[in-house]
């Protein structure tokens, strides 16, 4: 299994109040990605980073915002979750190598704004 | 836009019968086409990469092939523990390259 690992693994929280996902990797892999999988959606990227302090907007950013300051870890931030933010939420890192991106998994986190 | 079509969204197989599952795509540039087994409750598990058509790529009793507008994942002779959501996604080589578009997945159920 890739080194990935994602806190908290479940969270529910009160609408409008702030969330921060956490996703940590061991493999010093430059790329790292956030995703959100929904039933009739499938899993949709919602930020990436390309290295440290380097990200940039997926299909679905509005509402997110992320930060790595460091290689092993990408936050996600949603500064006032809404019920439309519950669902659950993937980390994903790859390595680039001879321009094969191949993505490895998180456990996922399961969201739950009431 | 781009997009990616799995088909069927849920396919019911007895053990040992082979079938194919579908992905087609639009994607003005294709980078590359990723195939991903998902457990329930668990993240995604890479299986393969295909990058230009007339690609295979085979794993125990998968394969998967590639041409200019879908890919295939064959699978030979299933057995129970092949039960799984499989996810098919393509990479945009537009701008930075890093922009990913699944399908939705089809579920798979061997039955003993």
């Known amino acids: 299994d890739a080194g990935i690992t994602q806190s908290p693994r479940h969270k529910v929280t009160e609408t409008g109040t702030p969330v921060t996902l956490r996703c940590h990797q061991t493999?010093?892999?430059?790329?790292m990605y956030w995703y959100r999988q929904d039933p009739g959606h499938g899993l949709r990227l919602i930020h990436y980073?390309?290295?440290?302090?380097?990200?940039d907007k997926g299909e679905v950013s509005d509402g997110y915002s992320v930060s790595r300051s460091k290689t092993e870890d990408f936050l996600l931030t949603l500064e006032s979750a809404t019920s439309s933010q519950t669902s659950v939420y993937f980390c994903?890192?790859?390595?680039?190598?001879?321009?094969?991106?191949?993505?490895?998994f998180g456990p996922g986190t399961r969201l739950t704004v009431t | 836009e781009d997009q990616v079509t799995q088909s069927p969204e849920a396919l019911r197989l007895q053990e040992g019968e082979s079938s194919s599952l579908n992905c087609s795509y639009t994607?003005?540039?294709?980078?590359?086409l990723f195939w991903y087994r998902q457990d329930p409750g668990k993240g995604p598990e890479f299986l393969f990469t295909?990058?230009?058509a007339g690609e295979e790529k085979e794993k125990e009793r998968l394969k998967a092939t590639l041409t200019k507008k879908e890919s295939f994942l064959h699978i030979t002779a299933p057995k129970p523990e092949d039960s799984a959501t499989y996810l098919c996604?393509?990479?945009?080589?537009?701008?930075?390259?890093?922009?990913?578009?699944f399908g939705t997945g089809t579920s798979l159920t061997v039955i003993p």
């Open positions: 994607v003005s540039g294709l980078r590359g």
């Open positions: 994903a890192i790859s390595f680039n190598l001879a321009a094969s991106y191949e993505q490895y």
């Open positions: 996604a393509v990479q945009d080589h537009r701008g930075t390259g890093n922009q990913f578009y």
């Open positions: 980073s390309y290295g440290v302090k380097d990200t």
């Open positions: 295909l990058y230009s």
């Open positions: 493999e010093n892999h430059r790329y």
